[in-house]
């Protein structure tokens, strides 16, 4: 059933990153959107029944980014780059900052990975939007589960956070316009 169930949300999920993509894809990105899309679908495919963001989808992510910014928004390549390396190093200081403070992961090495590359595509100014609309998304997800009697959460429980950041980046690349500020986009 689970599978069955998966495979069911996947197919939707991608009717959804294809509609939105006609819908709201930057000006020149729809090829590029279209293929974004593709890779935040199969990570978070990936991270929710495995807890692992394969590298290779991740440098995927990232190297697209960096090809969209070589061909559309050139004059704007510090800003993109920035919020790669920020992005990754952000989220390494706080898996690191977690590790040093409770003796165990809670974030892994995938999330802060995505992030960066996520970074790349909307540039530093869309970091701080993207972990907003991913923090709010997984707290809503974990509460509404754990209210439904779906899932048991505490202190100790794994929850994949490489869905939420992939939804967040999706939620800030297309809506860009709305939640950066003008020239950053």
Known sequence: MHNKLTF???????CLVA??????????????????GG????????????????????????????LMVWLVRP????????????GYGVLVAVEIGYRHLRGRDGLGRGD???LGALGIWTGWAGLAPIMLV?????????????LLGQ??????????????????????WLGGRFFLPAGLY
């Open 8 to 14: 069911w949300l996947t197919g939707l999920g991608a």
């Open 75 to 86: 004059e704007a390549w510090r800003a993109h780059m920035i919020g790669g390396l920020v």
């Open 112 to 114: 802060a990975k995505l």
């Open 151 to 172: 899932r048991k959460t505490d202190a100790n429980t794994p929850i994949p956070f490489g869905p939420f950041i992939a939804f967040g980046g999706w939620a800030v």
């Open 19 to 36: 509609a939105s993509s006609l819908l709201f894809a930057p000006p020149g990105t729809l090829i590029l959107t279209l293929c974004l």
């Open 134 to 146: 991913a923090s709010m998304w997984a707290l809503l997800g974990v509460l509404g589960l754990t």
């Open 39 to 66: 890779l935040l679908l199969a990570l978070s495919v990936i991270d929710a029944r495995t807890l692992t963001l394969p590298d290779p989808l991740t440098a995927s992510t990232a190297l697209l980014g960096i």
